[in-house]
Structure formats: C-alpha cells, structure tokens
C-alpha cells in the first residue's frame, strides 16, 4: 500500500543540526508535489517546505536559510536538512505526498498521503 516512513529525529541542541528523511513506498501515482510539515503541541500544522517534479523548493521564513529540502528520486526518499535548529523547531515533523502540481507550498489540506512523523526536540 502507499506509505511514507520518516526518521532521522531526535533531541539536539539549539545550534545543531539533523536530516530527517521520508521513504515512500507503493505509490501509484506520480508525487508532483513532496513536502515537510510540522506540529507542535498546542498549535496547527505547519508548511515547512516544499519541493516539485522540477526540484523548485519553497520555505516557510522561519526555516529559510536553515533548512534545506531534497528528494533523491532514484531512492524514492524526501530529505529535509536541518541546520541552525532552534528551540521553536521542537515540534512532530511529517512528509507528505501529493499528485497535484502547481504551487506545492500549500496547507494541509492539500495533501492526500502522510507519514506517521518523527519528533524533534531542541533544547536550550
């Protein structure tokens, strides 16, 4: 079945950095659009970033300059590159797939396939 598996979180400290990565699997539709949303406690799902079939790669500006959003196709696997990190990027991060192109930087809703998360903690 279509699935996407995340991993690579963990607890770092402010300044550090971590790779998230989400495989996706049994997908029978092309992913025009990829993205890296994040939820904290108490608050809305987010876009992080976002990334297309031509590799055109959208930020929230809280993340822009710090993080960095990739896909290796051949792998079938959505990176996002997390450098900078800050307490306020403590938070559950999750991939999501979607097959509508256009402009993927998108809300939620916009996306039909998600992964089950991984979670970041940032400490002070």
């Known amino acids: 079945q279509v699935q996407l598996v995340e991993s690579g979180g963990g607890s770092v400290q402010a300044g550090g950095s971590l790779r998230l990565s989400c495989a996706a699997s049994?997908?029978?539709?092309?992913?025009?659009?990829m993205a890296w949303f994040r939820q904290a406690p108490g608050k809305e799902r987010e876009n992080v970033a976002t990334?297309?079939?031509?590799?055109?790669?959208r930020y929230a500006n809280s993340v822009r300059d710090r993080f960095t959003i990739s896909q290796d196709n051949a792998k079938n696997t959505l990176y996002l590159q997390m450098n900078s990190l800050k307490p306020e990027d403590s938070a559950m991060y999750y991939c999501a797939a979607s097959h509508v192109s256009g402009n993927c930087y998108r809300p939620p809703g916009g996306y039909a396939t998600w992964g089950q998360g991984t979670q970041v903690t940032v400490s002070s």
């Open positions: 049994g997908f029978t539709y092309i992913r025009a659009c």
């Open positions: 990334i297309g079939l031509r590799d055109i790669a």
